[in-house]
């Protein structure tokens, strides 16, 4: 960031901003992830920009499913790319999970964009969309997944997702596991766990978690919609 200081009491936010503005320079990010990005602020604002209890509770619940899913996968967009490539790979190795580009604003060169970041930050093999193999549910491009990534996954972790693809996926009886700062969005609403939190702030709180030991104690069944109703009722009173 060329001109504000440090001391600048939005730096962290401006900070990010950057960020997805040089994720849009460089190819990686869509023009439409700037605007998805603001909404992701105005609620993050809203929020106290930190990471709440009930942000924690998905956190945990999402890295148990995860740890114990047979086939879980790594969906990848323009935005999380900019934000959190590195964390993106340091996730991916920690569950053994491919990384797989499937975007909503279609695009071959994005496409291999993101794959050249995540590589720049050093993933290995990116699974691509091939024509191969189709996502049931959905009409869009991001129907178009790879045999041996999301079209073969019994769980999924798709942070920044867009409902229509959110429910195929839940409807073709595979979990859901997204960071979604808007706790009313349809993803919210309709994916197994929900981490409402910006995704900068829960990716290394995720990594965090998977590696620590697993507590002895059995946990309680997550309950995303009480999570939501929780994160509604912080956004409305602004002191949770
Ligand atoms: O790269 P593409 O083509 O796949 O496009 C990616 C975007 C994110 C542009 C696309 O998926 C899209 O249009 O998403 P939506 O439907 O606008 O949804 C984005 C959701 O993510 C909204 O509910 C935002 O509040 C939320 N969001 C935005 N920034 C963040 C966020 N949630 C967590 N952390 C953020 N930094």
Same mark, same amino acid.
């Given at each position: 960031m060329t001109d504000v200081p440090k001391?600048?009491?939005?730096?962290?936010?401006?900070? !990010? %901003? @950057?960020?997805?503005?040089?994720?849009?320079?460089?190819? /990686?990010?869509?023009?439409?992830?700037?605007?998805?990005?603001?909404?992701?602020e105005a609620y993050d604002y809203l929020l106290g920009e930190r990471t709440h209890d009930f942000a924690v509770a998905a956190i945990e619940a999402s890295a148990r499913l995860l740890k114990q899913a047979s086939h879980p996968v790594i969906s990848v967009n323009g935005n999380v790319v900019a934000l959190v490539a590195a964390d993106l790979v340091r996730l991916s190795d920690a569950l053994g999970a491919p990384l797989e580009v499937n975007i909503f604003h279609s695009s071959d060169a994005r496409?291999?964009? !993101? %794959? @050249?970041?995540?590589?720049?930050?050093?993933?290995?093999? /990116?699974?691509?969309?091939?024509?191969?193999?189709?996502?049931?549910?959905?009409?869009?491009?991001?129907?178009?997944?790879?045999?041996?990534?999301?079209?073969?996954?019994?769980?999924?972790?798709?942070?920044?997702e867009?409902?229509?693809?959110?429910?195929?996926?839940?409807?073709?009886?595979?979990?859901?596991?997204?960071?979604?700062?808007?706790?009313?969005?349809?993803?919210?609403?309709?994916?197994?766990?929900?981490i409402v939190d910006n995704v900068v702030r829960a990716l290394p709180l995720l990594l965090q978690t998977l590696e620590s030991p697993a507590p002895d104690e059995p946990r309680p069944e997550f309950d995303n919609l009480a999570c939501l109703e929780a994160a509604e009722r912080a956004i409305r009173s602004r002191h949770d």
């Open positions: 001391s600048h009491p939005r730096y962290e936010s401006l900070r !990010i %901003r @950057d960020a997805i503005v040089a994720g849009v320079k460089r190819g /990686v990010t869509s023009e439409h992830g700037l605007i998805a990005h603001g909404r992701g496409e291999r964009a !993101i %794959r @050249d970041c995540l590589q720049e930050h050093g993933a290995g093999e /990116v699974l691509m969309p091939t024509r191969d193999a189709e996502l049931d549910f959905i009409d869009s491009n991001r129907r178009f997944v790879h045999p041996e990534g999301i079209f073969r996954a019994d769980a999924i972790f798709v942070p920044l867009d409902g229509d693809r959110c429910q195929a996926l839940r409807k073709m009886g595979k979990a859901v596991v997204t960071v979604d700062l808007n706790p009313m969005s349809r993803t919210s609403r309709t994916a197994s766990i929900t």
